[in-house]
């Protein structure tokens, strides 16, 4: 059964910081895999779409990777913004399935 | 605008008490799914449905029940055998099929049902 997980669980950093946000997941027969992010108390928006086949994606100021055989991808941001903050989730589907299994999220905060 | 609306935004159920969130999408996608998210967790899938008239269990369906009559339209109904129903809840849609942004999740606002 395939397990998201992401680490850090909450990260603090100051404004104008690039940072690294990982996914890991447990197996590596995935279809795609998908960044969110969740404002409090509100509904969840699309990041980045990465196929199994891509290694990354690129949307301004993010970029999503993919490494299946290690099976972990991670998101980066740059020069982070106060309104950057909110948590960020994960999401993978595998290839014999329709679902997609999400992370628990990381909660970022970025401080002015 | 294209895009998922989810009503009420809150809703207050009393004991026993079946109730009913609405999900509508316009944007012309076959598979609907219905979420749950708890604080601290992911969101955990609880129906599905990949075309009108057909819907599957996901990982926590027991005490919930879903329809699926029309495309745009897949109705969560959260029944009085679900013993912890406090959650927040999303509804979300995808197209389906193998080309590149097909199975792109789209979510709605969500809903916060709160069990009094």
């Known amino acids: 059964k395939q397990e998201v997980t992401q680490i850090p669980a909450a990260l603090s950093v100051p404004e104008g910081e690039n940072l690294v946000l990982n996914c890991s997941f447990t197996?590596?027969?995935?279809?795609?895999l998908q960044w969110f992010r969740q404002d409090p108390g509100k509904g969840l928006t699309s990041l980045l779409l990465?196929?199994?086949?891509?290694r990354e994606q690129t949307s301004g100021r993010l970029n999503a990777s993919l490494d299946k055989s290690s099976g972990r991808s991670t998101l980066y941001i740059a020069a982070s913004q106060p309104g950057d903050s909110a948590t960020y989730l994960c999401?993978?589907?595998?290839?014999?399935?329709?679902?997609?299994?999400f992370g628990p999220g990381t909660r970022l905060s970025v401080l002015p | 605008d294209g895009g998922i609306t989810q009503s009420p935004k809150y809703l207050f159920r009393k004991e026993g008490q079946n109730v009913t969130l609405s999900c509508e999408q316009n944007?012309?996608?076959?598979?609907m799914y219905w979420y749950r998210q708890d604080p601290g967790q992911g969101l955990r899938l609880i129906y599905y449905s990949q075309i009108v008239n057909d819907f599957q269990k996901g990982d926590i369906a027991e005490g919930y029940s879903v329809s699926r009559e029309k495309k745009e339209s897949f109705p969560l109904t959260v029944t009085s055998a679900q013993k912890n129903p406090t959650a927040f809840y999303l509804c979300a849609s995808s197209m389906r099929g193998n080309r590149e942004h097909h199975n792109e999740q789209f979510f709605g606002p969500g809903t916060r049902l709160t069990v009094l």
């Open positions: 197996d590596s027969a995935i279809y795609n």
């Open positions: 944007l012309n996608h076959d598979a």
């Open positions: 990465i196929q199994s086949s891509q």
């Open positions: 999401a993978v589907r595998g290839n014999y399935g329709q679902n997609f299994v």
